[in-house]
Nanobody, 124 residues
């Protein structure tokens, strides 16, 4: 059974830091990412690891957030610094298996496996 379990959320003041961790079990994933959804807003990608082991970041995350992968532990961490009130959201970890499209390995456009989420609240 595949499970993604997030941890590390909480409440911080603006300018503070938090580290989120996502532990995957049941399958070993390469395609893993962090997403977030604020009340009344659509879910958006934050950062993650692509099929070629490269990392990607949303523009708002560049320079402030760092994603890292532990292949032995099958975890994906998100270090968030210089947090802003607009970073307040439920953060979700997602993962899926990469597949070969005939020319290279790619990640699915929509990830199949999702965690329950961890709340991040940043106060001004």
């Amino acid at each position: 059974q595949v499970q993604l379990v997030e941890s590390g959320g909480g409440s911080v003041q603006a300018g503070g830091s938090l580290r989120l961790s996502c532990a995957a079990s049941g399958l070993s994933f390469i395609c893993m990412g962090w997403f977030r959804q604020a009340p009344g807003k659509e879910r958006e990608a934050v950062a993650g690891m692509d099929a070629d082991f490269s990392t990607y970041y949303a523009d708002f995350a560049k320079g402030r957030f760092t994603v890292s992968r532990d292949n032995v532990k099958n975890t994906l961490d998100l270090q968030m610094s210089s947090l802003k009130p607009e970073d307040t959201a439920m953060y979700y970890c997602a993962a899926d298996l990469r597949y070969y499209n005939g020319s290279r390995y790619v990640c699915p456009h929509e990830y199949k496996y999702w965690g329950q989420g961890t709340q991040v609240t940043v106060s001004s």
